[in-house]
């Protein structure tokens, strides 16, 4: 039998495929936006990365779920939280994180880990998207940028402002506020990062600060978050361009465990 | 083996054959306490409303009067699912989003006529403030004595810093509740009678002892009960009925159905897979979500602290007919929700060792900082200090738009998840050679 299992990761926003060969190398992967109708976006995302891994769906020996729609990746033969799949992706790809800060579209997670990957404790933000990737999208768009566009503009701030708002819609109207008092949107970008950064450490220091420090999720790829994350903790944070995918990675590591015997 | 045993873990809602014999009869008891007060075949016995906490029920009862008690009226309600048209009637009212719900549901539902799908609550004929520890609570008392016109005795009850009640505590206590006797035969115009207290107080210790009784079967491995969700249950009786026959005779039964599950192994679930202790104010809105969410994990409550805001009666305390006064001031002292924080986590740790429960869920309530503050403290103290893994969720206990249940049943799987992980690989490295 052909041990390649995958792990599929349907969060708020995107969904993430990872298919992982035998010997734990990444075949494929895909990502793709989470629409209406997510058991196909599943399915689309499975398809996908099997696409880029070269394979057929018959050669794939196990398949995990997890994220916000875990329990729609009917296909599937487990289903683990975005928590514990998160923790083994970023122990995976950095064996000495202690620490793993994920920032996706609506959730932000500070999840404290051990050496194997385990998680010793976590904490999560609750009833409020302040602080997420959603925060950054209404932002963007009340500046009129793409969302791929601020992380780098953040970085060329002269003298950020202070957004002291904790509440997505209340930070836009901050936002529309500095605009029209002409403030450079450059300066507000490194403001909103700033003010990101400030919320997700008293998450952090929740469950207790202790590098490494690794950052997942989609807002890992904002290069100004993570400059803005960096600056706020005083240790390096680890990134990399697989951060994003670190949930669904986890999620076929688990897979992997649970075909050879062992508890997922 | 029973139906219960070889039920799946998963199933939703609570299994009936779980709960039998003891659940009906608490049924029944409600229905005839409420149906009491509509019934127009008795004289109306003077009623007077009162808080759980350090409640004085037995003074209350040797005088004739009935007690209604309006957080259990709004747990009531709020399982029903008829908290939210009363909360959001008393919004209407003035009353902001922020204010405790047991306190909105209750003003609210006073305002619409106070009729309830379990009954019509009385009007009252006083109002007994009996725990002055929430100001929140001592507000909800003044406004419902103006609203009445109903005079109020407020209950002056020092907080607990100490495991033993101080002499002078004791004393200050003692005398308020001779000026409450002397109010009471003003309003019945009936001479107190300490022999009657004497013969309330037997009957309330009585119930205690069935409670306790029934509590620490939450020691046995596998539990035979459910120590929160099913206790929510029980703590009727011991809470509004303490005093009465009834209440002790019904923990006969409890204990006598415990019995039985233990001899036909039939338990709150098939694989008793984690034991719980269980702190905080239950989400009553959404209390059948809430239980499968632990169900669903192998997770039983083998104890918890909620079912104990009527008296720390299992850590050893007993009303004493022989000590009338002092054991009432003693319990009112003693309330869990009276105790300081250190206090407070000493018998949370103690429960940990006690019922070896292998984790800690804390529910943390939006309404209600009296209780919650410091909730988040004790998690980090569980974690940290004492080992123990702890989770920390938080929602409302009577307005269900607080109640997210993707939120919290994320968090309860991957802190289920975590404690499962953890487990398989002490297991393996307990296995490996070496």
Same mark, same amino acid.
């Given at each position: 039998?052909?041990?390649?299992?995958?792990?599929?990761?349907?969060?708020?926003?995107?969904?993430?495929?990872?298919?992982?060969?035998?010997?734990?190398?990444?075949?494929?992967?895909?990502?793709?936006?989470?629409?209406?109708?997510?058991?196909?976006?599943?399915?689309?995302?499975?398809?996908?990365?099997?696409?880029?891994?070269?394979?057929?769906?018959?050669?794939?020996?196990?398949?995990?779920?997890?994220?916000?729609?875990?329990?729609?990746?009917?296909?599937?033969?487990?289903?683990?939280?975005?928590?514990?799949?998160?923790?083994?992706?970023?122990?995976?790809?950095?064996?000495? &994180?202690?620490?793993?800060?994920?920032?996706?579209?609506?959730?932000?997670?500070?999840?404290?880990?051990?050496?194997?990957?385990?998680?010793?404790?976590?904490?999560?933000?609750?009833?409020?998207?302040?602080?997420?990737?959603?925060?950054?999208?209404?932002?963007?768009?009340?500046?009129?940028?793409?969302?791929?566009?601020?992380?780098?503009?953040?970085?060329?701030?002269?003298?950020?402002?202070?957004?002291?708002? &904790?509440?997505?819609?209340?930070?836009?109207?901050?936002?529309?506020?500095?605009?029209?008092?002409?403030?450079?949107?450059?300066?507000?970008?490194?403001?909103?990062?700033?003010?990101?950064?400030?919320?997700?450490?008293?998450?952090?220091?929740?469950?207790?600060?202790?590098?490494?420090?690794?950052?997942?999720?989609?807002?890992?790829?904002?290069?100004?978050?993570?400059?803005?994350?960096?600056?706020?903790?005083?240790?390096?944070?680890?990134?990399?361009?697989?951060?994003?995918?670190?949930?669904?990675?986890?999620?076929?590591?688990?897979?992997?465990?649970?075909?050879?015997?062992?508890?997922? | 083996?029973?139906?219960?045993?070889?039920?799946?873990?998963?199933?939703?809602?609570?299994?009936?054959?779980?709960?039998?014999?003891?659940?009906?009869?608490?049924?029944?008891?409600?229905?005839?306490?409420?149906?009491?007060?509509?019934?127009?075949?008795?004289?109306?016995?003077?009623?007077?409303?009162?808080?759980?906490?350090?409640?004085?029920?037995?003074?209350?009862?040797?005088?004739?009067?009935?007690?209604?008690?309006?957080?259990?009226?709004?747990?009531?309600?709020?399982?029903?699912?008829?908290?939210?048209?009363?909360?959001?009637?008393?919004?209407?009212?003035?009353?902001?989003?922020?204010?405790?719900?047991?306190?909105?549901?209750?003003?609210?539902?006073?305002?619409?006529?106070?009729?309830?799908?379990?009954?019509?609550?009385?009007?009252?004929?006083?109002?007994?403030?009996?725990?002055?520890?929430?100001?929140?609570?001592?507000?909800?008392?003044?406004?419902?004595?103006?609203?009445?016109?109903?005079?109020?005795?407020?209950?002056?009850?020092?907080?607990?810093?100490?495991?033993?009640?101080?002499?002078?505590?004791?004393?200050?206590?003692?005398?308020?509740?001779?000026?409450?006797?002397?109010?009471?035969?003003?309003?019945?115009?009936?001479?107190?009678?300490?022999?009657?207290?004497?013969?309330?107080?037997?009957?309330?210790?009585?119930?205690?002892?069935?409670?306790?009784?029934?509590?620490?079967?939450?020691?046995?491995?596998?539990?035979?009960?459910?120590?929160?969700?099913?206790?929510?249950?029980?703590?009727?009786?011991?809470?509004?009925?303490?005093?009465?026959?009834?209440?002790?005779?019904?923990?006969?039964?409890?204990?006598?159905?415990?019995?039985?599950?233990?001899?036909?192994?039939?338990?709150?679930?098939?694989?008793?897979?984690?034991?719980?202790?269980?702190?905080?104010?239950?989400?009553?809105?959404?209390?059948?979500?809430?239980?499968?969410?632990?169900?669903?994990?192998?997770?039983?409550?083998?104890?918890?602290?909620?079912?104990?805001?009527?008296?720390?009666?299992?850590?050893?305390?007993?009303?004493?007919?022989?000590?009338?006064?002092?054991?009432?001031?003693?319990?009112?002292?003693?309330?869990?929700?009276?105790?300081?924080?250190?206090?407070?986590?000493?018998?949370?740790?103690?429960?940990?060792?006690?019922?070896?429960?292998?984790?800690?869920?804390?529910?943390?309530?939006?309404?209600?900082?009296?209780?919650?503050?410091?909730?988040?403290?004790?998690?980090?103290?569980?974690?940290?200090?004492?080992?123990?893994?702890?989770?920390?969720?938080?929602?409302?206990?009577?307005?269900?738009?607080?109640?997210?249940?993707?939120?919290?049943?994320?968090?309860?799987?991957?802190?289920?998840?975590?404690?499962?992980?953890?487990?398989?690989?002490?297991?393996?490295?307990?296995?490996?050679?070496?």
């Amino acid at each position: 039998m052909t041990a390649v299992v995958a792990g599929v990761d349907i969060g708020s926003t995107t969904a993430k495929c990872v298919v992982l060969g035998e010997d734990s190398r990444i075949l494929g992967k895909s990502l793709s936006v989470v629409g209406v109708d997510i058991v196909k976006d599943a399915e689309r995302a499975l398809e996908a990365a099997l696409a880029d891994a070269h394979l057929s769906r018959p050669e794939v020996s196990f398949i995990t779920g997890t994220g916000y729609g875990r329990y729609k990746v009917y296909f599937g033969q487990l289903v683990v939280t975005e928590i514990s799949c998160h923790a083994r992706g970023a122990n995976f790809l950095f064996p000495g &994180t202690r620490l793993v800060v994920d920032i996706g579209g609506q959730d932000t997670k500070a999840i404290r880990i051990d050496d194997k990957g385990e998680v010793v404790d976590f904490a999560m933000n609750d009833k409020c998207a302040a602080g997420t990737g959603r925060f950054l999208d209404v932002c963007a768009n009340a500046l009129g940028y793409d969302v791929g566009e601020i992380g780098p503009l953040s970085l060329q701030a002269r003298r950020a402002v202070k957004v002291t708002s &904790t509440c997505t819609v209340f930070a836009e109207s901050e936002v529309t506020s500095y605009v029209s008092r002409g403030k450079d949107p450059k300066d507000i970008l490194a403001g909103l990062h700033a003010s990101i950064a400030n919320r997700t450490l008293s998450l952090m220091q929740r469950v207790g600060v202790e590098p490494e420090v690794t950052f997942t999720g989609g807002v890992s790829q904002n290069e100004g978050m993570v400059h803005a994350l960096h600056r706020r903790l005083g240790v390096p944070v680890n990134v990399s361009p697989l951060s994003q995918y670190l949930g669904a990675l986890g999620a076929a590591l688990h897979g992997r465990e649970r075909l050879s015997g062992g508890a997922a | 083996m029973s139906d219960v045993v070889s039920a799946p873990a998963v199933s939703g809602g609570v299994s009936r054959s779980f709960l039998r014999d003891a659940r009906g009869l608490q049924r029944k008891l409600v229905e005839e306490y409420y149906g009491a007060f509509a019934s127009v075949d008795q004289p109306r016995r003077p009623v007077a409303y009162m808080l759980v906490g350090g409640n004085l029920t037995e003074i209350l009862r040797s005088f004739g009067y009935d007690v209604v008690f309006p957080e259990i009226v709004a747990l009531n309600c709020a399982i029903k699912h008829q908290s939210l048209e009363n909360i959001l009637h008393a919004e209407s009212l003035g009353y902001g989003l922020d204010v405790c719900g047991y306190v909105k549901n209750d003003l609210g539902l006073q305002d619409l006529g106070g009729k309830t799908s379990f009954g019509q609550i009385p009007r009252p004929d006083l109002l007994v403030c009996s725990f002055s520890g929430c100001y929140v609570y001592v507000k909800w008392w003044e406004a419902l004595a103006e609203s009445y016109g109903a005079p109020l005795f407020m209950f002056d009850v020092p907080y607990m810093r100490e495991e033993t009640p101080r002499q002078e505590d004791i004393a200050y206590l003692v005398s308020q509740l001779w000026e409450l006797v002397h109010l009471l035969e003003k309003r019945t115009g009936r001479a107190f009678d300490m022999n009657e207290l004497k013969r309330v107080l037997a009957e309330s210790r009585r119930a205690e002892d069935g409670w306790v009784e029934f509590l620490r079967a939450g020691r046995l491995r596998p539990s035979p009960i459910e120590a929160y969700f099913e206790s929510i249950f029980y703590m009727f009786p011991i809470n509004v009925l303490r005093g009465t026959p009834g209440a002790a005779d019904f923990y006969d039964v409890v204990n006598e159905e415990v019995r039985a599950r233990v001899r036909d192994g039939n338990y709150p679930l098939p694989e008793e897979k984690f034991r719980v202790l269980v702190e905080g104010v239950p989400p009553y809105t959404n209390y059948r979500t809430f239980w499968d969410f632990f169900r669903k994990w192998g997770a039983v409550s083998v104890v918890a602290t909620y079912p104990k805001v009527g008296g720390l009666f299992d850590r050893g305390f007993r009303h004493d007919p022989s000590r009338p006064f002092e054991s009432i001031a003693e319990y009112s002292l003693g309330a869990y929700v009276n105790q300081s924080w250190p206090l407070r986590r000493k018998i949370i740790a103690d429960y940990v060792k006690e019922y070896q429960a292998d984790a800690v869920i804390i529910h943390g309530i939006k309404s209600c900082r009296s209780f919650t503050a410091g909730q988040g403290d004790l998690r980090d103290w569980l974690i940290h200090d004492q080992g123990v893994p702890t989770l920390y969720i938080e929602s409302d206990h009577q307005d269900p738009r607080y109640f997210a249940p993707a939120q919290i049943k994320n968090r309860m799987d991957a802190f289920f998840e975590s404690l499962e992980q953890r487990r398989a690989v002490a297991a393996a490295a307990g296995a490996a050679p070496g």
